[in-house]
């Protein structure tokens, strides 16, 4: 995000990757401004069936012996060792061919030896983690073998307070499919990845940026809310006390300055807060 200068952003995962962007999120709530989970999140996977048979499918993956390994030789091995298709595509994909041998593309030691853990890290969600009290979305496959319907909005409400209430809006399911290939919701035929997407887009069209204490950004204007910036006579690092909404990446643009020139004033279009000039540039800090 230094990089590519940008100051918050919602950050997104799916499968274990949802439970990586929640917890990033949690410790950097000065950068994140939502998380989205589609078919994974803050949940104890350890006694799910789907998760035990990845946790053979790494393990076999784990006694490859790479360096004595061709490539071809390789994709037979998976073949023969993963008997989910959709899994042994996703081995497959993570083999490098170095020619007389062959390597992986991830850490397949290092993931095997986590899953034999009592508590792995990729399977659980430990309390310590903390709660999420920004925005959210969490889309699961309405039949998925890693998000049961019936009991597992519960782990979802207890760290993302404000997915409370939220069924069927921000906390749903997402197609029909009834395959344990339902996992991958992303990767469906071309009608179901377009309304995933609109889906998503409609999201954080209304989400990505808003205010912690806004619902959406249909409120902004219309609350007292901290805005970004330092306000050297509230000696605040959050800046004016007004609802001005303007832009989120306010560390590497000057889209809150533009605005204040265009409208002439500090505050937002309904109501001034502070007198103007009182909102200072980094010279006074």
């Given at each position: ?85 959709k899994w ?149 690092r959050h ?47």
């Amino acid at each position: 995000m230094d990089a590519k200068k940008l100051t918050m952003a919602t950050l997104g995962g799916h499968g274990f990757g949802a439970k990586v962007a929640l917890a990033t999120a949690i410790n950097n709530m000065d950068r994140c401004t939502g998380v989205i989970n589609l078919d994974g999140g803050p949940l104890d996977h350890r006694f799910y069936e789907a998760y035990q048979e990845l946790a053979v499918y790494v393990a076999a993956a784990a006694k490859l012996d790479v360096a004595k390994t061709d490539y071809a030789s390789a994709l037979r091995f998976v073949d023969r060792e993963i008997a989910c298709s959709k899994w042994a595509s996703i081995f497959k994909g993570n083999l490098e061919d170095k020619g007389s041998s062959v390597s992986w593309k991830l850490n397949i030691n290092a993931l095997a030896a986590n899953m034999r853990m009592r508590q792995p890290d990729v399977a659980c969600w430990h309390h310590h983690y903390g709660l999420w009290p920004g925005q959210a979305l969490a889309l699961f496959a309405a039949h998925s073998r890693w998000v049961h319907l019936a009991t597992n909005t519960l782990p979802f409400y207890n760290v993302i307070p404000r997915l409370q209430g939220q069924f069927p809006g921000n906390l749903n399911t997402f197609g029909t499919d009834e395959s344990p290939h339902n996992h991958w919701l992303h990767e469906g035929d071309h009608e179901e990845t377009w309304m995933l997407s609109q889906r998503l887009w409609r999201w954080l069209k209304w989400h990505d940026g808003a205010h912690v204490l806004l619902a959406d950004k249909s409120e902004a204007g219309w609350y007292n809310i901290p805005d970004r910036g330092f306000d050297v006579e509230q000696n605040t690092r959050h800046g004016e006390y007004n609802p001005e909404h303007v832009h989120h990446n306010y560390l590497h643009s000057d889209a809150y300055e533009q605005s204040r020139k265009a409208r002439g004033v500090e505050g937002a279009n309904s109501g001034q807060f502070l007198p103007k000039g009182q909102f200072n540039d980094e010279s006074r800090w």
